[in-house]
Each structure stands twice: as structure tokens, then as C-alpha cells.
């Protein structure tokens, strides 16, 4: 069994002590064997790896501005260039060391060095005197999303994955910035190809995680799971989207009905992922319609009464069910 | 790995628990109907139905009674105690049908239209004081006795949500916008507040082992809310300084930003050291979430406007890989060790 799954185990463990399940004792013994002793100092590197990373991010986009400003322009491509090349050159040595001595260090530098792609290309472009970066740069993105697949395949490494998903649908035209005085701002160029984009990830994450990652002891196991998120992710975002314009009205039934679609995918495949993103989106959906209403001025009051008792009625029948089936199994 | 596969792997780790005599029988029914991993999760789909549903009949009941209706304060009163106990009936009908999700949720309604009852009763008898907010402090103790007297998990949520409007919380939707905002007033308070639920949280946790067994898992609830509205709290103290009420942000000084950004940072990494250390996945969740909010806000405020702290950037990015290339040195040692012994 891998250790991720391993770790997965003893979790749940974890959580069957906290609810009461088992006793402490028990739960020591458990955890120790599935995850060989208490594993937070595993999780804790990995996620200090994860806040590495973030930071070197952030400094490969300062270092591309502040280098603009330099007069040797092509030394700063060559600067930008090199240190991606050798972060990703190290990182692969790293992360292929026959004996795992830094398996994380490794591959922060090797993510970092992908995302150094996106930098020298980028340097490139203004040192060699490219006008209109609005109309390159998502081919940029699309070339390093590349080489970050790329590169997560080869060495079968998650994280190089997400940041290749995350830099793919960015070059769609999602974005996001901070927007001072508090507020937060989150767009897309074209919601539409982002849902479609976002339906085409989660069946290639359903597609990999049934076929691909079908042997437990898969090198790829989990990149199904990163496929099926983004996709579920950015579905959900721009049907909300669609939902927000004005007459918008077709779009607010699309993400309704695609909301309570995940709660039914999220129960019929035993799955929290369709679950988890069906009751956050349906929230945001019947929170969106309660202002929208409330500031207008056409009541739905009668629509909200009906689809309320529908669904109280669907859930306590549901409820019956399944209370049923466990009285017929019972010994 | 599907989580059905997941579940499957699980089954089968808890049928060796079995017949290792570690569980036994009625533990290991309950395990595994947890990780059932064929037919329909019908407990789940109703569940979540039967919530949204409550909520979307409490809201539709609104509407119809003030824009269809238009009834007077008194019908409306009379209207809303009869359908708060009709609900509250209903459920303990339900319960004894065994019912469970079902009978909370028609509490929840009851819970739901009991606020309701108290604004229209304040309205009915208002003193001109203007102080609505102590209706919803009268409906926090009622709920709260409800919660515990019925046992009912969805009612302690219900509570927290009521805590947080009543204590200055406001949170909405710009119609047409697009855009969702979020505020406190005195966000010092809450942050104080949230320390203090969470602290009933943790004691919660402990009494779950005793006195308070019958209510399993309501720690959650309480430890959730207070980190959450903690969290908020230093969130947004650490862009407008140590504020008032809303309207008088902007006033920060240098020394406050400074201040509330490393309590934030810290408090962040302590919490994610206890959620690791006791295996609680909330906690740890909790502080990834808001140590990325807290790095992105930092870096798009402070550093991509002036593109001015590569260097710092860099040099934090290297000390912290610097850091897992140590800690990792030291677990190789660690396990070299324990394996020669």
C-alpha cells in the first residue's frame, strides 16, 4: 500500500477518535501502524514546501519587472532563463535520487523552474521589443501549463500537475487580484469556454481515476483527483457567472439544476468531491437569488415555499430509504 | 484512487480489525456502513435536501407573508407561533418514526420561524428603543437551550450564525454587482469572542469524553465558529487596523498593520501545528486557507503594485526551503536511527 494512502488511512482513524469511536489507546495503536508513528511533521514539510514555492513565485514575477527596468534586457532574459533552468535541473536531480534524500525540496525547486518558464518567455518578449502582451501572453501560459504536464507525468509529481492546471485555465482568461480598501476581485474572459474547458478536465479526471490510476499501486494515483477539482471548480464558477448577468434567467436554471446535479452524482457515486462542490455552489446560488429578490421587485415567495417543500418532502422520502435498507440489513 | 475504491480499502482494513479482535462487532457495523461503497448514499442526497429545503420554505415564507398576503403584525404573529409549533410537534413525531435528519431539520424550521416571531413581537411591542439587535440575543439564549434539549446540531449552527449578526457581523450581496461583501463591527471583539468559542469548543471536546457524550461531535460546531470568526476578525484588522464600526476604516497606522499581520501569520502556524499534531483536519484547513489569503493579500497590497520586494520575496522563499531541506535532514537522521536501534 503507498504512503499516501497509508496517511489517508490514519486520518480516518484520527477522526473515528475525535467522534468517539474508539478509545485513545487504540487510536495510538492504529495510527502507528498505518502511518508508521505521528505524521505531522511529514504534512508540515509538505506544506512549508507549498509556501516555498508560493514565494519563489511571487519573486520570479517581481524579478520579471524589476529587470524591465535594467537597460541590459538581454542579460535579464538570459538571468530570468538561467535561474529557472537550473531550479528545474536541481529539482529533477532531487526528486529522481534513488534514495528520496529531499523529495520535497526538490520538487519546490522543480515547480518553481516550471514556473520560471513563464518569466523567461515572458522577459523575452519586452527585451526583444514585443508590443500588445495582452495577445501572447495565454500562449505563454498554454506552453508552460505544457511543460508543466509535461514534466508531472515524467516524474509522476503532483505538484508541477496543479500548477499546470492552474496556469492552463488562467491562460483561458480566468483572473483574480487583490484590489485594495479590502476587496477581491474574481473574473473570466469567456465563461463559456471555461465550462467547457472545466466539463472536459472532470471527465478526463473521471476517465483517469477509473482506467489510468485503476491499480492502487499506480504511480499516478491522485491526478485524477487534481483534474476532477479544477474541473468541478471552474465548471461551477462560470455557471455562477453566467448565472450573475442580466437576463441571465437560463443560466440561473443551468447552475440550479447543475448544483443539485452534484448533490445526485455526489450520493449515487458515494462521492464527497460532487457533494462538497454541489452544497457550496447551491448555497451561493439560493444567496445570490435571496438578494437578487430581495432588491427587486417580482416576488418568489411562492417559488420559494414550493421548491422548499419539494425538497424537504425528496429528503425526508430519501431519509425513509435509507433507513429502510439498514432495518433489512440488520442481523 | 475513486473514493469508492477509497472505501473499499477501508472495508476490508476494518474487516482485519475484525478478526484481529481489536473492534468489536458493533464497532465494526458502524464502520462499515460509514465506508459503504455500493448503492446510493441516500442518507446523504436527503440530507442536504431536507436543509436546503427548510431554508428555502423559511425564506418563501417571508415573501409571501409581507409582499402577497400583506398580513397585519398580530395575524402574522399568531401565523408564525402556530407554524413554529406545528414544526416542533412535527418533529417529535418524526423522532419517533426514527427520523433523525428529518426531525432536525423540521426544528431548524421551527428555529427559523422563532426569530421570526420575536422581530414581529418586537415590532408589535417596540419601545422606540430601536435596539433590534437584542431580539436576536433573546433568540441565541432560546435556540441555544433548544439545541441542547433536543440535540440538535443543526439548531448550534442556526446559534453561531445568530451570534454573528447579533455581536455586528453583516454580510450581503450588491444586486446586479455581482460582488459579495463581508464586515464587522469592533472586529477586536470578535476576535476575543471567537477565541472564547473556540475555547468552549475545546472543552466540549474533553466533556464529549464525559457528561456531554450524548452530544458527540457539537465540539465541531463551536471550535469551526470560533476560529472562524477569529480568523475574519484578524483578516480584517490586518488591512484597516484596529477599526471601530465599519464606517471609520481607513485610519490604520503602520504599527497596527505590522502588528495584526504577524498575530495572523503566527496564530495561523500555531493552529496548524495543533490541527497536524491532534489530527484535526479542520484546523488545518482553517490555516492553510487563510495563510494563502494572507500571503496573496500581502503580495498584490504591498509588492506587485511597486514590484519593489523581489529580493524579500526571494530571500523568504529561500529561507523556508532552506527550512524543509533541514527538517528533512533531520527526519532522515531520525528514521536512520530508530531503524539501527
Known sequence: ?331 | MTPRRFNRIMTAQIETLRREELIDAELHATLVERYRFEGWNWLSLGRWLLLFGVVSTAAGIYFLATEVFKLTLEAGAVALAIGAAAAFGGAQALARRGLTWSRRSLELMGGLLLIGLTFVLGVIFSTGSGNWPALLLIDLVVLLGLTYALNNVLLLVLSMIVFFTWFGGVTGYVSGWGAYWFGMNYPLRFLLAGLAIAGVGVLHRLSEEGPLVPYRGFFKVWLSAGVFFAEMAVWIMSLFGNIGSITEAYRESAGELWFFNLLWAGGNALLLQLGLRHGLRMLRGYAITFLTIQAYTIFFRWIAASLGGVFSTFIAGTVTLGLVVYLEKRRRSARAEAEST
Open chain 1, 1 to 331: 500500500m503507498r504512503g499516501a494512502t497509508k496517511e489517508k488511512i490514519a486520518q480516518e482513524v484520527r477522526d473515528w477518535r475525535h467522534e468517539g469511536l474508539i478509545d485513545a489507546a487504540l487510536a495510538d495503536l492504529l495510527v502507528t501502524r498505518f502511518a508508521g508513528g505521528p505524521t505531522y511533521l511529514t504534512t508540515a514539510l509538505r506544506w512549508l514546501g507549498f509556501f516555498a514555492l508560493y514565494l519563489f513565485a511571487q519573486s520570479v514575477l517581481g524579478l520579471i519587472g524589476m529587470l524591465l527596468g535594467e537597460a541590459a534586457l538581454v542579460g535579464a532574459v538570459l538571468l530570468v532563463g538561467g535561474l529557472s533552468g537550473a531550479a528545474w535541473y536541481f529539482g529533477t536531480r532531487l526528486v529522481t535520487n534513488p534514495e528520496q534524500r529531499y523529495p520535497t525540496s526538490g520538487a519546490v525547486l522543480l515547480t518553481a523552474g516550471l514556473i520560471g518558464v513563464f518569466g523567461t518567455l515572458t522577459t523575452a518578449f519586452f527585451a526583444f521589443g514585443g508590443e500588445e502582451f495582452g495577445t501572447v501572453y495565454p500562449w505563454f501560459m498554454l506552453l508552460t501549463a505544457a511543460a508543466a504536464l509535461a514534466t508531472a507525468y515524467r516524474y509522476a509529481l503532483r505538484w508541477p500537475l496543479v500548477v499546470g492546471l492552474l496556469v492552463l485555465f488562467h491562460a483561458l482568461g480566468n483572473w483574480h487580484e487583490y484590489a485594495g480598501h479590502g476587496a477581491y476581485y474574481l473574473g473570466m474572459r469567456d465563461e463559456r469556454i471555461t465550462a467547457v474547458a472545466g466539463a472536459l478536465a472532470l471527465a478526463f479526471g473521471h476517465w483517469h481515476e477509473t482506467r489510468v490510476e485503476r491499480d492502487n499501486e499506480s504511480r499516478f494515483l491522485g491526478f485524477g483527483h487534481a483534474f476532477i477539482v479544477f474541473g468541478l471548480l471552474y465548471a461551477n464558477l462560470s455557471a455562477w457567472f453566467l448565472s450573475l448577468f442580466p437576463g441571465g434567467s437560463a443560466y440561473v436554471l443551468v447552475f440550479s439544476v447543475a448544483c443539485l446535479a452534484q448533490l445526485v452524482l455526489g450520493a449515487s457515486l458515494r462521492d464527497p468531491r460532487f457533494t462538497g462542490f454541489g452544497i457550496v455552489f447551491l448555497s451561493i446560488d439560493l444567496y445570490t437569488r435571496f438578494f437578487e429578490q430581495f432588491w427587486g421587485s417580482l416576488s418568489k415567495g411562492a417559488f420559494f415555499v414550493l421548491a422548499g417543500l419539494v425538497a424537504v418532502a425528496a429528503g425526508g422520502l430519501m431519509e425513509l430509504l435509507a433507513r429502510g435498507r439498514q432495518q433489512r440489513e440488520a442481523p
